[in-house]
């Protein structure tokens, strides 16, 4: 089966710019995530999806962070505007059922540079 | 922040020789998961072992889960150089309100000297 799809690979923009990533999960797959991952250190949860609904955002920094699957399928990720810190790989993974009951196949991830 | 704490956070071995490495995490929870990442694969799911169970094994990797000193362990067999990764292991802390956390710990950078 395809994997999951992310796009770009490959992002650097100034500070205060906008930026979104597009992710397209394995199919069927209902579950959807964003993590995080900074330099030397694991990812870090974002948002989870449901379908199209949000079951955990808690980790998303919601000032600046905002995210939409609609359809139940594909997701976005934007950062507006987006800050030094924000330098990180973005990865998306799905997985057939809510996390933690089973594995989570990621995408090879989009890794952004703000300067 | 991190739920899962990887100890060494370094190690280099050399190929046919075993690796370790430990996992500890400081809340109860439902599964740990350990994933390996590297340049050309990403990040790839390795094992799962759930709260009630105590070891498991998959091809040249056993885990081992002590829940009750809240740590568990990976052991690969036979190491090689294709080994050569970062391990994670992340923990599903199942707490309530729908907010079933998996935490990734900061990883244990394997490295098998040919």
């Known amino acids: 089966e395809a994997g999951v799809a992310q796009s770009p690979r490959y992002k650097i923009i100034e500070k205060r710019q906008s930026v979104a990533f597009w992710c397209n999960p394995i199919s069927g797959h209902a579950t959807l995530y964003w993590y995080q991952q900074i330099l030397g250190q694991g990812p870090k949860l974002l948002i989870q999806f449901q379908n199209n609904g949000v079951v955990d955002d808690s980790q998303l920094p919601k000032d600046r962070f905002s995210a939409e699957r609609l359809k139940g399928v594909d997701s976005t990720l934007k950062i507006q505007p987006a800050k030094l810190e924000d330098s990180a790989v973005y990865l998306c993974?799905?997985?057939?059922?809510?996390?933690?009951?089973?594995?989570?196949?990621f995408g090879p991830g989009t890794r952004l540079t703000v300067l | 922040s991190q739920q899962g704490e990887e100890d060494p956070q370094a190690l280099s071995i050399q190929e046919g020789e075993n690796a370790t490495m430990n996992c500890s995490y400081k809340?109860?929870?439902?599964?740990l998961q350990w994933y390996r990442q590297n340049s050309g694969r990403g990040l790839v799911h390795l094992i799962l072992?759930?709260?009630?169970?105590r070891e498991k094994h998959s091809g040249r990797l056993r885990v081992t889960l002590d829940t009750s000193k809240k740590s568990s362990s990976l052991l690969i067999t036979a190491s090689r150089a294709a080994d050569t990764a970062s391990y994670f292991c992340?923990?599903?802390?199942?707490?309530?309100?729908?907010?079933?956390?998996?935490?990734f710990g900061k990883g244990t950078h394997l490295i098998i000297q040919p």
């Open positions: 993974a799905s997985s057939r059922v809510r996390r933690g009951l089973d594995e989570q196949f």
């Open positions: 072992i759930r709260s009630n169970e």
């Open positions: 992340a923990t599903d802390a199942g707490q309530g309100g729908g907010a079933d956390g998996l935490t």
């Open positions: 809340t109860s929870i439902n599964n």
